[in-house]
């Protein structure tokens, strides 16, 4: 009988370790579930930030460098833009040279524009559009591209070879086209005229410089 009562003593003790270990491997199981759920959220909350983070940065960053690219191309453009005959004012006037004549054109426009090459020159004669002469041949004068300012000018020379037949034809104005522009304008000669033969034939008597004389700051 009392290897029986040791025997069930054991048995409780042993039971009740048995509870115990249980209810402490639960507790340790639970703890470890607690802490791993709080690093991995404290990690995804890391994660989210940081990627939250970046696509506002790139975001931003671009849409500001795509701002300034339109800015930039826009003012390139407005500075690149081809003068307009409607834009430009017309003088003409003696060079102070024999046989000479200067063409002003002065850019009236809000922006700066530019000029490249040849402008387009008839004469004209005292009787109106209906009184042309010959167009100006371009000499061989390299040109190079002109930036005119907001109320600053540029010029080009027109040489012509008077006659002198006693039959030539007298004109007092000019039809002026400038570089790549298709509209003309037709500028008075101010008291100067221009007479040249009536027939020049392939050896023309009037001839034009590119534009590039330039009055102002702009190159």
Known sequence: MR????????????????????????DGTSAAADTSASTSSNSSASNSATTDGKPSTSGSGSGAGSKLSSETQTQTTKTDSV?????????????????????????NGANTCSMHGFAGVQLIGPDGLGD?????????????????????ETQFLLHYIPDTSGHGKTYTRLSVTPPNETVSEVVNLNGVSITVSPDSGN?????????????????
């Open 83 to 107: 003068c307009k005959t409607d834009n430009l004012a017309f003088t003409a006037a003696s060079s102070g040279i024999k046989n000479e004549i200067v063409v002003n054109m002065k850019n």
């Open 3 to 26: 290897v029986k009562k040791i025997s069930a003593l054991a048995l409780v003790a042993a039971a009740a370790g048995l509870s115990l270990t249980a209810c402490g491997s639960s």
């Open 203 to 219: 050896s023309p008597d009037v001839f034009v410089d590119p534009v590039g004389y330039h009055t102002g700051s702009g190159k």
């Open 132 to 152: 042309t002469g010959p167009d100006a041949a371009r000499t061989d004068t390299k040109g190079s591209t002109t930036t005119i300012a907001s109320g600053e």
